[in-house]
T-cell receptor, first 114, second 114 residues
């Protein structure tokens, strides 16, 4: 079975600073990896996903993530954070096992200070 | 439908009562998930349906929780003898291989047990 760890419960960055949110996964084969964002009072929105190919994937809102197999990681990055990026971010791993099951990490809450 | 539809959007119930939460997935999506998100918590996997296969119930927290999916489409999550700790947002999601196994979420059903 797959699992996901997001080591940081919350992170605070200054507006305009760079951001990296960590995600580590455990799965025996090549996983399908996702990042979702949940803004206050909003539903979950897909930011980006990795299935295969180029290990650096671009998403919406200027986010990108890099799949590093050797580190079992899929960290989310943004070069310059905007106040509107304050939200909860969830990393997820999907596995082809009797279908396709997706498991989420505990989430990282991002606070942006002026 | 165009998106995942959940009802009711809000439900307040008395401790000990049974509740039913409904999910109508995106048309054609073969996989359907239920997750639970408690206040300030991550996404807790509850149950997963894939086509006609037996559901993966490994995340259901107790035998008070059950779910069914009729006709490979609509799903109902039932919580019997509700407890205050059941208060949470219950999120339904669906996916298909045609959507790249990306899961799409509904807006959730907010359950409050008083």
């Amino acid at each position: 079975a797959q699992s996901v760890t997001q080591p940081d419960i919350h992170i605070t960055v200054s507006e305009g600073a760079s951001l990296e949110l960590r995600c580590n996964y455990s799965y025996g084969a090549t996983p399908y990896l996702f990042w979702y964002v949940q803004s206050p009072g909003q539903g979950l929105q897909l930011l980006l996903k990795y299935f295969s190919g180029d290990t650096l994937v671009q998403g919406i809102k200027g986010f990108e993530a890099e799949f590093k197999r050797s580190q079992s990681s899929f960290n989310l990055r943004k070069p310059s954070v905007h106040w509107s990026d304050a939200a909860e971010y969830f990393c997820a791993v999907g596995a082809l096992a009797g279908g396709f099951k997706t498991i989420f990490g505990a989430g990282t809450r991002l606070f942006v200070k002026a | 439908g165009a998106g995942v539809s959940q009802s009711p959007s809000n439900k307040v119930t008395e401790k000990g009562k049974d509740v039913e939460l409904r999910c109508d997935p995106i048309s054609g999506h073969t996989a359907l998930y239920w997750y639970r998100q408690s206040l300030g918590q991550g996404l807790e996997f509850l149950i997963y349906f894939q086509g006609n296969s037996a559901p993966d119930k490994s995340g259901l927290p107790s035998d008070r929780f059950s779910a069914e999916r009729t006709g490979g489409s609509v799903s109902t999550l039932t919580i019997q003898r509700t407890q205050q700790e059941d208060s949470a947002v219950y999120l339904c999601a669906s996916s298909s291989s045609g959507s790249g196994n990306t899961i799409y979420f509904g807006e959730g059903s907010w359950l409050t047990v008083v």
